[in-house]
């Protein structure tokens, strides 16, 4: 039996809701969102390491059309991130929208009727609109792990039952999971080994318990809320030109993390090993004001060695070091642009996403793909920012996708596809525009990049320029299928 749904929604967590929002604001009831899980929250569900939390400020983390503002610190942690979403679900009456364990495991367009099938291991769905709400970080990058018979996890999945007291744990990377969880575990542990690959940059982080009578004043004054908003939106926005415009501009944000590691590490030979040496933003920024200190601990090392082996009971390296462990925790991130390439879907003329990406991902503004009809990603390729809240690109495409339906609800369209030459011309102005970000000219790799140095995820723009462009969609790029 097929489930009918003018709109399918796949993915229940952040963009997810904020969707599902949108279309009931908009009057539209018509939707079902399928979810992999047990429950909703996406990253915010699974990331449960100690010390998770948001390093935008609390005031620019929810949505405009749903705003929060009783949060208890000026960096939100996991918790309270997760009581919002359940808060914007309860609120929206969204909970009967939502099937649970539905993990899609393929979607196909039919020319015929112009309507997507979603297949789940439970069933199927069809709708005339497929709105993916995935996101990149749904693929943890796992190490071999070789013999190793202790305890090892990802930090997407944290072992709650893996008591750490006492034991000797290595944790295997330095980005932004690993500077929250080290300075939380430290404490527990009989030794800590962290294995670095690349320094980050690091910039304090000015976080704040908010007292009762400010909690007060956010809820009851209005003005307030969204001049502390606003000021949370310029204070980001202002730093974006150093990304994707004027790398060398970045010299006084390296001055001030220079600094910031100076006052933290006193040991020289330490510094050394914890000072990048590319330009700040060419990965991802970082904000911490117990990291370092964590890592001057007598029972704390930084290796700096690659990992050539993982043993039994042990972390063997390229300079032929033997580190014991008794519990590898991984930090390692996730494999953002393989998992969007095998994706299993096929649209127009039998294409398959996964061919089309076969050279690398690419979109028109990051919401939709050429040959794919009525498809609709959020977060796709070439909307994330570096700089700033995410989830105000997010509110952006939103507000495209809904501008998108508008369009075909009045030229009474069946389908809506952009033109090749549409996206090919903004695929051009991005690599165009990316040559001269610090994520292609800053001296790194990231994950911002594919194996050939190219761009497939950063928006080389400011925010201002994508709200812009995505206030309504230009018709003439678009083919649009009439009623037959």
């Avoid at 390491?49 to 749903?66: E, H, L, R, T």
């Avoid at 009783?70 to 918790?79: A, E, I, N, R, V």
């Avoid at 494999?335 to 096929?346: F, K, P």
Wanted: one cysteine or more; aromatic letters at 10%.
């Amino acid at each position: 039996m097929i489930s009918e749904h003018e709109v399918v929604i796949v993915g229940c967590g952040f963009t997810g809701i904020g969707m599902a929002m949108k279309l009931r604001l908009a009057g539209l009831r018509d939707f079902v969102i399928l979810e992999k899980g047990k429950d909703l929250g996406g990253v915010w569900r699974d990331h449960t390491y100690p010390g998770c939390g948001a390093d935008v400020p609390a005031s620019f983390y929810s949505f405009s059309f749903g705003p929060h503002h009783d949060w208890s610190s000026t960096y939100p942690p996991q918790p309270e991130i997760w009581d919002y979403l359940r808060r914007c679900v309860r609120d929206f009456g969204l909970q009967p929208h939502i099937a649970y364990r539905q993990e899609m495991l393929s979607a196909a367009f039919d020319e015929d009727t112009h309507r997507w099938t979603v297949r789940t291991p439970q069933g199927a769905y069809r709708a005339r609109i497929l709105i993916l709400a995935t996101g990149g970080l749904k693929q943890p990058a796992m190490p071999d792990l070789g013999s190793f018979t202790g305890q090892a996890f990802h930090t997407a999945a944290w072992d709650h039952g893996c008591a750490l007291d006492g034991k000797q744990v290595a944790v295997i990377g330095t980005g932004a999971s690993a500077i929250q969880l080290v300075p939380q575990i430290a404490p527990q542990v009989s030794r800590l080994t962290l294995f670095q690959r690349t320094p980050p940059w690091i910039l304090p982080r000015p976080q704040r318990v908010h007292g009762p009578w400010e909690r007060q004043l956010m809820r009851h004054v209005p003005g307030l809320r969204w001049l502390r908003r606003a000021i949370a939106y310029w204070n980001l926005e202002v730093r974006g030109p150093v990304l994707y415009a004027l790398p060398r501009a970045g010299r006084l944000a390296e001055a001030i993390a220079h600094r910031h590691l100076r006052r933290q590490v006193p040991d020289g030979r330490l510094r050394r090993l914890l000072t990048p040496g590319y330009r700040i933003g060419c990965k991802r920024i970082l904000l911490s004001g117990d990291f370092l200190p964590a890592l001057t601990q007598p029972h704390v090392e930084t290796v700096t060695e690659a990992i050539q082996q993982i043993g039994e009971r042990e972390i063997i390296t390229t300079g032929g070091r033997h580190i014991k462990a008794d519990v590898i925790i991984c930090a390692t991130g996730y494999e953002v642009i393989d998992a969007y390439a095998r994706t299993d879907i096929t649209g127009a003329g039998g294409r398959s996403l996964s061919d089309t990406w076969s050279g690398g991902l690419s979109s028109y503004l990051g919401v939709n793909v050429a040959g794919f009809p009525n498809l609709f990603l959020l977060l796709g390729p070439y909307s994330a920012a570096g700089h700033t809240s995410v989830l105000f690109m997010a509110e952006a495409q939103m507000h495209y996708i809904l501008a998108c339906l508008n369009l075909l609800r009045k030229t009474r369209a069946r389908s809506l596809d952009v033109r090749a030459e549409a996206q090919d011309r903004f695929e051009t102005d991005i690599q165009r525009r990316s040559r001269r970000s610090v994520w292609i000219a800053g001296g790194c790799t990231s994950w911002y990049l594919d194996h050939t140095g190219t761009n497939r995820v950063m928006w080389p723009k400011s925010t201002v320029a994508y709200w812009l462009r995505t206030r309504s969609p230009r018709r003439t790029d678009y083919h649009l299928h009439p009623e037959s």
